[in-house]
T-cell receptor, first 115, second 113 residues
Framework: DAGVIQSPRHEVTEMGQEVTLRCKPI?????LFWYRQTMMRGLELLIY????????DSGMPEDRFSAKMPNASFSTLKIQPSEPRDSAVYFCASIRTSIGTDTQYFGPGTRLTVL | GESVGLHLPTLSVQEGDNSIINCAYS??????FIWYKQESGKGPQFIID?????DKRQGQRVTVLLNKTVKHLSLQIAATQPGDSAVYFCAETPNSGYSTLTFGKGTMLLVSP
């Protein structure tokens, strides 16, 4: 059974450019989470979706960040325009909430470097 | 992954020792607790979980202890191996129904052969 898939694994871009990170959750999972991990702030929840609907985006840093989940098997996190302080590892996680467990399964992450 | 170890508490042990990693949580309404392991360059991986109606749960070489009175969680790893070297995070959630986890800052475990 494939785990959470993220692409790209590494992204290097210049300040001001648009960045799109992609995530494919585990098949059958109905909740999806985007996290950001940095040295200074640890693992932060940015936004999560339940049944493709954004539930809580209070963790999104600012309007430059946006996330979509057009269907149950795909989500994107977009940063436009990107800034050097956005450099971090971005993780996607998914869960099937109907089975009575809250264990989230994480993807391998996308390491973003904004120059 | 990120070099989070520079700002993390670190536990250094010898191979074969038992390791204990501690975590304090603040939300008395938390109902479910998880330990994750994160190796360099990888995402966090589930290790073991426990619900608030239990105070101990055992897995393969790992045991989680929960003390709700003092809001303390610990992860015990028996016969620690070099492959156990990683950053360990505790996470908690109230029974909100939408599974939002709050993660601790993490502890780096270094196992010397």
């Amino acid at each position: 059974d494939a785990g959470v898939i993220q692409s790209p694994r590494h992204e290097v871009t210049e300040m001001g450019q648009e960045v799109t990170l992609r995530c494919k959750p585990i098949s059958g999972h109905n909740s999806l989470f985007w996290y950001r991990q940095t040295m200074m702030r640890g693992l932060e929840l940015l936004i999560y979706f339940n049944n493709n609907v954004p539930i809580d985006d209070s963790g999104m840093p600012e309007d430059r960040f946006s996330a979509k989940m057009p269907n149950a098997s795909f989500s994107t996190l977009k940063i436009q325009p990107s800034e050097p302080r956005d450099s971090a590892v971005y993780f996607c996680a998914s869960i099937r909430t109907s089975i009575g467990t809250d264990t989230q399964y994480f993807g391998p992450g996308t390491r973003l470097t904004v120059l | 992954g990120e070099s989070v170890g520079l700002h993390l508490p670190t536990l250094s042990v010898q191979e074969g020792d038992n390791s204990i990693i501690n975590c304090a949580y603040s939300n008395s309404a938390s109902d479910y607790f998880i330990w994750y392991k994160q190796e360099s360059g990888k995402g966090p991986q589930f290790i073991i979980d426990i619900r608030s109606n239990m105070d101990k749960r055992q897995g393969q070489r790992v045991t989680v202890l929960l003390n709700k009175t003092v809001k303390h969680l610990s992860l015990q790893i028996a016969a620690t191996q070099p492959g156990d070297s990683a950053v360990y995070f505790c996470a908690e959630t109230p029974n909100s129904g939408y599974s939002t986890l709050t993660f601790g800052k993490g502890t780096m475990l270094l196992v010397s052969p």
